[in-house]
């Protein structure tokens, strides 16, 4: 193969057999892939959770990954986040002409580790190679499927009040790590992406725990999005304890440096979860021994206080709103 | 600094026992005005709003440097932006600044502009030798803090031969708008939360004019909570005791004459000059323009740009908002037609201005 991606590799020719053949079902192939028909014959019953997600991210390479797989663990994640087993993945590649071959190996790849971690199958995908200019290097969508193993399903409308609520580990590593790469900025200390796949812990936690009342992955827009996000749909207030939301030093150095606030950096290997007041110590005890829930801790509490508000209760003992993130966050001019 | 050493300035212990020492020595209100965006900010985010004795009135001023740029300098960039040849580059809090026409570089970059958020004044330069047969335009908005940094990126770009980039100079200055404010007889403050960064560059002493001229307190102030509550508690004392001072609080960043190579640096490269303030007007001596041994960097020279008053947007209230007139909800529009998601003045777009941390952090 070229030692570039060629748009003769998005032809449908011999140059996409190749490239098919060559690089993703040497990464990503198995029984059902392998077979290369038009659509992938599942035997699915019941209820399931299915899932779609594109990933665009910039750079594509990160300190601790690379969009190859990021976006299995993108995906996997919120079929987990519903109580569900996933199952099955499928992949398209939308590449830029000119993608060097071995960018999109590493890319291909890493994408093969996660889906091998994560104990799920890869059962169709799509290749397309477009112009220079018309893609950023490379983007990937995922679209996952699972079966539910909890009823009802966790769901971001069933937050009650009195329920605790938990955080899986630190937050806005990923964040910051992806923003610092892009930038070429150089942090004192290192700072990695936690992306990872959960739905091991997950499983465990729901088969353990099906009183779970909500799961969530505070991606884009971090954890004080996902927290309004849920408090708006089950009308609750979350009142959280600013001492003990787990945030790294180095990230927090980083964010201070950038004028940029961790509670809406994105995370990509954590997960919320909230639950009555009863089981919170146990789901702790779970998270704490899986090393994805190491850092498991309580952060807050559903109340009825201010209905669909996130309300800080700060280190010094007063209150705050926590709302919503407008937009994207900037760097501040001073 | 370290992590750990600054916890030692969020000591709820601490707080709690100056907190309530002002809750039982404040006999009347005290009007003070935290001049600097970043301790809004911080006084929201730390919780202390919904702490401080309600007689305690906190007023924003006029340190947010987005706040203050004139709708004329705003227009003035927006123009610049989209046209061929030209890369806008800027610090990430103008992007979605309005401009007439509900214009801003947001939309212009949508529209096909190229706009690029830096980090640093000195990403400018990289970005203009990346891009040789284009001219790089840095929006140069903010006070004595920014101006020295990008002072001596006009002077590496000199020395590196680097003839394609410019500045668009809006840079202003704060000890002259406190002296505008306390000349206003509108207004009434008790006494200054005086800003660290901007203190770290120009020292104490341009604000002595504060206790001298006006009979007022002012008291440069780190960003943790126990400095800002140590500070006003100082200037509650002085009230008390009928005196006024002004003082530096926050030694372990700033001393007493400033950074006087940053100042040099400053003012080989720029000069003093009237400015334009949003809200406010002019204000002599307010301003800071490229000396004409510099003017190859002059974007407003090159591009004949003139900035000019204009009546202030219908019903906005950001100018007296920034002088401490009015708070963030007596806005007509805060909340309503103007929010976070669609500004209608510099206060409620910048996250550093006063109705965008009253929209964001307050709870009632």
């Known amino acids: 193969m070229s030692d570039k991606v060629l748009l003769d590799y998005g032809s449908g020719g011999r140059a996409s057999q190749r490239l098919i053949s060559e690089l993703f079902l040497k990464y990503l192939g198995n029984d059902e892939l392998n077979r290369l028909n038009d659509a992938a014959e599942l035997s699915v019953s019941g209820r399931v959770a299915m899932s779609t997600d594109s990933f665009t991210v910039d750079p594509i390479f990160f300190p601790g ?17 519903m109580g569900a087993i996933p199952r099955y993945i499928t992949c398209a590649y939308i590449i830029e002409e000119g993608l060097p071959m071995d960018d999109l190996e590493r890319i291909v790849s890493a994408m093969g580790e996660a889906v091998k971690t994560a104990g799920v199958t890869v059962v169709s995908g799509d290749t397309k190679v477009v112009p220079k200019g018309a ?39 990923h964040g910051l790590t992806v923003l610092g790469t892009r930038e070429g ?88 979860c909230v639950l009555p007041e009863a089981h919170a110590e146990k789901a702790l005890e779970i998270m704490r021994a899986d090393p994805l829930g190491k850092d498991a801790c309580r952060i807050g509490t559903m109340t009825d206080a201010n209905p669909g508000k996130v309300v800080m209760l700060t280190q010094l003992g007063g209150k705050r709103l926590l709302g919503m993130l407008e937009g994207e966050q900037l760097p501040r001019i001073c | ?54 007689r305690i009135v906190h007023l924003s001023g006029p340190g947010c440097p987005v706040c203050v740029t004139h709708e004329s300098e705003v227009n003035a960039f927006l123009d610049l932006a989209g046209r061929a040849g030209i890369i806008m580059a800027t610090f990430g809090d103008l992007m979605r600044v309005p401009g ?70 809006f840079h202003k200055t704060v000890p002259p708008a406190l002296d505008a404010l306390l000349s206003d007889e509108a207004i009434n403050i008790d006494g200054f939360i005086l800003p660290g960064h901007v203190s770290a560059i120009i020292g104490v002493k341009p604000y002595d004019f504060i206790a001298e001229k006006y009979s007022k307190s002012a008291v440069v102030t780190g960003f943790e909570p126990l400095d800002i509550l140590q500070s006003l508690m100082q200037m509650i004392d002085w009230r008390k005791k009928g005196e006024a001072h002004v003082v530096n609080n926050y030694t372990r960043i700033v001393g007493a004459n400033g950074n006087q190579k940053a100042l040099e640096i400053m003012y080989e490269v720029f000069e003093p000059a009237d400015a334009l303030w949003r809200g406010i007007g002019l204000i002599p001596g307010s301003g800071l323009e490229i000396r004409p041994e510099w003017e190859q960097f002059d974007a407003k020279k090159e591009f004949g740009i003139v900035i000019k008053d204009c009546p202030p947007l219908k019903g906005c209230k950001c100018g007296d908002i920034l002088k401490g007139i009015k708070q963030p909800n007596e806005c007509p529009l805060f909340g309503k037609a103007c929010t976070p998601a669609n500004p209608v003045g510099p206060c409620m777009v910048s996250t550093e201005g006063s109705c965008a941390a009253y929209y964001k952090y307050k709870l009632d």
Do not use: W
């Open chain 1, 65 to 81: 990954g690379n969009i190859g797989s990021l976006a299995v663990h993108g995906t996997v994640n919120d079929v987990a986040m």
């Open chain 1, 135 to 173: 893609v950023d290097k490379i983007f990937i969508n995922t679209t996952g499927i699972g079966d539910i193993i909890v009823d009802p399903a966790p769901s971001g409308d069933a937050a009650r009040s009195g329920d605790a609520v938990l955080i899986s580990g630190t937050i806005g590593d």
């Open chain 1, 185 to 272: 900025l150089d942090f004192e200390a290192k700072v990695e992406s936690d992306s990872a796949a959960l739905n091991h812990l997950l499983v465990k936690l729901v088969r353990e725990l099906p009183e779970v009342h909500v799961l969530r992955d505070p991606t884009r827009g971090g954890l004080a999005t996902t927290l309004n996000e849920i408090t708006t749909s089950s009308n609750v207030c979350c009142e959280l304890d600013e001492n003990s939301i787990p945030v790294k030093p180095e990230v927090k150095g980083g964010c201070s440096i950038l004028g940029l606030d961790p509670l809406y950096l994105a995370n990509e290997g954590k997960f919320l």
């Open chain 2, 1 to 54: 600094m370290s992590l750990e050493f600054l916890q030692k300035f969020r000591d709820p212990d601490m707080c709690r026992k100056i907190l309530d020492k002002m809750e039982s020595e404040l006999d009347r209100d005290l009007r003070f005005m935290e001049v600097c965006g970043t301790h809004t900010v911080a006084i929201f985010q730390s919780g202390l709003r919904s702490l401080l004795p309600e």
């Open chain 2, 100 to 169: 007439d026409g509900g214009r801003n570089l947001k939309k212009a970059t949508a529209d096909g502009a190229r706009v690029k958020v830096v980090y640093s004044p000195f990403d400018t330069l990289k970005l203009a030798k990346e891009n040789p047969g284009d001219l790089v335009i840095f929006i140069g908005v903010g006070f004595e803090t920014t101006a020295p940094t990008i002072a001596a990126t006009m002077k590496m770009a000199r020395e590196q031969g680097v003839d394609n980039l410019r500045i668009l100079c």
